[in-house]
């Protein structure tokens, strides 16, 4: 049966259903312009993928979460400690994103996952999500017969460009900004990745390319991926942030 019949066909409300996660961890950050991968920078403390994956430790309905390492990777093992058994690390990851992906996907195999079983695709970068987040995702795409992804509406008013100058305004009415966990069913996931090829820059887009349209779910504006050096500051502050009111919300009588 091809995937896109596959993915309207399954029961997306089966009991049998559960939930894993990927990581893809294996790329380089060049444009953070660091010594570390990006996803090892300290941020509040941490490792900037460390706050991802606690994020995930606090959704329960994950089964299992596979972090998806470069096989040359010396640093995850001396910077990061896995929140719980529920993690696993693999040093599989590839040169694109999709491939790293794609390993991740070929470990939930193994262990057990199945090709109706949903898997939820988080940046090791998006180090400001929130469990909470995630779980709405969860809640919001379990009924779905394709699956979605975290997304912002889109704010700013964007401009086209030509040679240097405007060439029109860009309507943003319907535009969203794609964020993660993108969430969909491992096997229809696979074969779209398979059928994408390397270069396609998010699951959803794999998805989309096989004719399905993933489900939009709002996420929150701050879940934003640190990639260039500025943010690591700014996700530095907004961690801060949380962990001071969430003090402050614990000693208030």
């Not at 779980?135 to 017969?145: S, Y």
């Not at 060439?167 to 969909?184: E, H, K, N, S, Y």
Request: aromatic share 4%; proline share 6%; glycine share 10%.
């Amino acid at each position: 049966m091809p995937a896109a019949a596959s993915a309207t066909s399954a029961d997306p409300a089966g009991p049998a259903a559960r939930c894993y996660a990927v990581v893809p961890c294996a790329g380089s950050g060049i444009r953070a312009g660091t010594t570390l991968a990006k996803q090892y920078v300290a941020v509040d403390g941490r490792p900037v993928v460390s706050h991802a994956l606690h994020a995930l430790a606090g959704v329960d309905r994950l089964e299992r979460i596979v972090v998806v390492i470069a096989a040359a990777d010396r640093d995850f093992d001396c910077l990061v400690e896995l929140p719980s058994a529920r993690f696993a690390r693999v040093p599989h990851g590839a040169a694109t994103r999709a491939r790293t992906v794609a390993a991740g996907l070929v470990e939930l195999r193994r262990l057990g996952a199945g090709a109706d079983d949903w898997v939820l695709v988080h940046d090791a970068a998006r180090c400001l999500v929130r469990a909470s987040a995630i779980d709405a995702l969860i809640d919001a795409c379990l009924g779905d017969a394709v699956g979605g992804l975290l997304a912002s509406p889109v704010a700013d008013t964007l401009k086209r460009s030509a040679g240097g100058r405007v060439a029109a305004t860009v309507p943003r009415g319907d535009l969203w900004q794609a964020q993660t966990p993108q969430m969909f069913r491992l096997g229809v996931l696979a074969g779209a990745l398979e059928r994408a090829g390397p270069d396609v820059t998010d699951e959803a887009g794999a998805i989309e390319a096989l004719g399905l349209a993933p489900r939009l779910v709002a996420g929150p504006a701050d879940n934003l991926k640190v990639t260039v050096a500025a943010d690591f500051a700014l996700a530095d502050a907004v961690l801060r942030g949380r962990r001071q009111l969430a003090a402050a919300e614990a000693t208030s009588p």
